[in-house]
């Protein structure tokens, strides 16, 4: 693995990612809110069905490795921007996105706006609606507090101490206003009527143990992969690697059989 930079910011704030080596087209993974791709997609991306692909697991802006501007706005759509300058240093086009919560909302952006460097989706458990009126442990709740509050009345202080142990080693590797910033686009992004309207092969797996999916068939019906995936909770790379590489196969198998079909 090697360490890759690039600069996707005019003050010169750059994006990290830590790259394999292997053949193209790319795969590209995104973590999600207060995550990190190396501790997110490190297991699966070396596993010996994903891995021989050229394979970025690239760190949003503001997290990770990457710099942490403290005036940048940090919306899914600069995410987004963002990203697709990181990739285009890279010499990435037509990739395949491998993206968790917050990051598949990213991506479905990244597909929207910038579609010459992407060519299908897999969407893990990621954010398609704006937040729920009761908030959750994630998002929701970090948007509930202001901005002033999270980052100067104990907010970012109590969001670490109410996360798992887990979530509070990586979240701790993000900046404050980074965390805060993303959480409260993600906390009205609406993601789910772009997700139907892309033209691109598209995955979306989702634990089973949440039940049925809301909203699955009319999804299924824009032609969208709908996965419910066993042994795991939210998130499914660390829960069950071995189910998820299985479901990102298949999902590679199912699009190489519609170009045959379509062919």
Known sequence: MTLHTAEVRAD?????WTELPGTEPARVYIHGLGGSSAHCFAEVATSDGLRGRRSLLLDLLGF???????????TIEDHADWVATALRTAGV???????????????????????????????????LDPAPEIPRSGSSQIARYGE???????????T???????????????GPVALYRSAASLARFEGRAI?????????????????????????????VRVVALPDCGHNITLDNPTGFVEAVLASEAATANSWVDAA
């Not at 490795?65 to 940048?72: I, M, Q, V, Y």
């Not at 706006?113 to 897999?122: E, I, K």
């Not at 139907?196 to 824009?222: F, S, V, W």
Request: aromatic share 6%; glycine share 14%.
């Open 160 to 174: 670490l101490a109410r996360v798992n142990p887990g979530w509070r080693g990586t979240m701790r590797m993000a």
């Open 195 to 223: 997700l139907k309207t892309l033209d691109i092969p598209r995955t979306y797996l989702y634990p089973a143990a949440d039940g049925p999916l809301e909203g699955a068939d009319a999804l299924i019906d824009a032609g």
């Open 12 to 16: 010169g704030s750059a994006i990290h």
């Open 93 to 127: 086009s037509g990739a395949q996105i491998v993206a968790h919560s917050m990051g598949g909302s990213i991506a479905t952006v990244l597909a929207l706006r910038h579609p010459d460097v992407v060519t299908s989706l897999v969407l893990i458990d990621s954010n």
């Open 148 to 158: 002033t509050v999270f980052l100067r009345g104990g907010g970012y202080e109590e």
């Open 64 to 74: 990770g490795a990457s710099d942490r501007p403290a005036d940048a706005g940090y």
